[in-house]
């Protein structure tokens, strides 16, 4: 006992971090093969990792002996902690950031900023939730929420090509939806993902009855829309990957406007997506061009189409912005 405070003293460890030495007569083997009646060969551990010892020592021993034997325990222990921590923290990682910027972050890169040329943005959210918040409980209005992101979840889940975290992520949580984006990894086919993936949650959200718990049938609403964005993760200890940009906002302004059921495309979402949206249509479903309109979020003025169930009654054109009348040139009375 006096030989060890000695050595836990030199080394400067409590006695919590002291490893576990095995002392022993002589050297323990790896293992021993004993016959059996059968003639097979049953094999018995008897080294020391096999009683729960980091090293051993052979009986008499002295003080330099237990030393080196302490540093290397001591050492390898905190090799595997350390290995096991970047574990914990790349799976932490992974659950909340797109895996290559996972990846960037797990080694260390805490700084990361980029400009994304061009990406596709999906706004989804409830339609009547004004209405939901006033005459439901909490509990309900969860689930409601609960049932939004699951059909999300399960269509990332069941799809080719819509992995989260890989082809989509959900970047941002809002008050009666969430918003998706597409295109981070340079593919040329966001805007068909994100179109596809409205669709299916569409179909999901459709054929789902309603609630047992809140009784609602939810009533989505989707926006897509493509543009330059700009990204980078922001935080220390939980990262978060933001993305934003005028094609953010434009999406989130534009998304008000749809009908229930209705899946908006903007004119830049619809110049990605060429003949593939003539493919992709559903058969009992009709395209309504709502017009032009001009936003302050966007120097340009923005086309809108909305993708509606046939027997759905036809919305509106978008309002117009009033008409600035030209003033006339003032006269200046010279004297």
Known sequence: RELLRLVRHD???SSDQMPAILVCNGKPSRWSAE???DGAKQEKVRDYAYCGSDDWLERPFQASDLKPKLKRAIATRKRHADALAASHRRGAYEAILPLHIASRVGSGEMLIAHEIPMMSVLSCSIADWQEINETHTPIQIMQTLTELHCAF?????REPG???KKDVFKFRMLDNGFMVVAGLDGNSFHAEKLLRLAFKMMEALERAPASGITGIQ??????????PGLAGVAGGRVPVYMIGGPTVVVARTLEASISPFGIGISGSASTQLGETLKNLLPAE???VDLGVTELPESSIPIHLQVLLPSSAPTPPPLPQPPQQQPQAPSRQVVA
Do not use: A, W
């Not at 979840?153 to 889940?157: E, G, L, T, Y």
């Not at 939810?218 to 543009?227: E, M, N």
């Open 162 to 164: 819509m992995k989260q």
């Open 153 to 157: 979840d399960n269509v990332c889940d």
């Open 218 to 227: 939810v009533k989505p609403r989707f926006l897509l829309h493509s543009g």
């Open 285 to 287: 479903s009709k395209l």
């Open 11 to 13: 080394l400067y460890i």
């Open 35 to 37: 016959e059996t009646t």
